[in-house]
């Protein structure tokens, strides 16, 4: 199975983490980051995974228009990581809607938190300091191998 990951990680490497502990377990995987992805680099995967941190609650804005892109009917999965979540918020409505269009199967959407110094947060330290953690790439990688089956 071919499989490439994009990925958008500005804030602290933190989705980039996830995606490097992917490829180190999994060295036949494709990366590309969003900003330089084209399409074309896109057109022979049976599997992309899209990875990004959350911002403003969603992906990355590149990752949207990567997934605008895709080949229809794309075998897809998520990888993201935030700050926090307490309500329990979908990050990744706005994706989804546009891999809808695109007639995507996404098979899968692992998120984790990442450490976000991001405006007033920066004033107490961060919130999900130390993450992701040894644990959370640990699940990362696993989560990628439940897809390979
Ligand atoms: C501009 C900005 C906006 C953010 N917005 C959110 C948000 O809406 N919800 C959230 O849980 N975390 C938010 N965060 C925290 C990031 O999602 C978190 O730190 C993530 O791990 C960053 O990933 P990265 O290091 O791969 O860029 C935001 C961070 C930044 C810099």
Redesign the pocket.
């Known amino acids: 199975m071919k499989t490439a990951i994009v990925y958008h990680?500005?804030?602290?490497?933190?989705?980039?983490k996830l995606v490097d502990a992917i490829v180190a377990a999994h060295n036949d995987i494709a990366v590309f980051e969003a900003e330089s992805c084209r399409p074309d680099d896109l057109s022979s995967f049976d599997l992309i995974g899209l990875a990004s941190?959350?911002?403003?609650?969603s992906f990355d804005k590149s990752l949207l228009n990567i997934a605008v892109a895709l080949p229809l009917h794309q075998r897809v999965f998520l990888l993201s990581?935030?700050?926090?979540?307490k309500l329990g918020l979908n990050y990744a409505r706005k994706l989804e809607a546009v891999l809808s269009e695109r007639q995507a199967e996404i098979v899968g959407h692992f998120s984790c938190l990442?450490?976000?110094t991001?405006g007033f947060f920066k004033l107490f330290g961060g919130t999900a300091k130390g993450h992701p953690d040894d644990d959370d790439l640990r699940h990362a990688i696993a989560f990628y191998e439940s897809l390979r089956g």
Not at 53 to 57: C, L, S
Request: net charge positive; charged share 5%; with cysteine.
């Open positions: 990680s500005s804030h602290h490497g933190n989705t980039k941190g959350i911002y403003y609650f990581t935030c700050g926090g979540n990442g450490y976000n991001y």
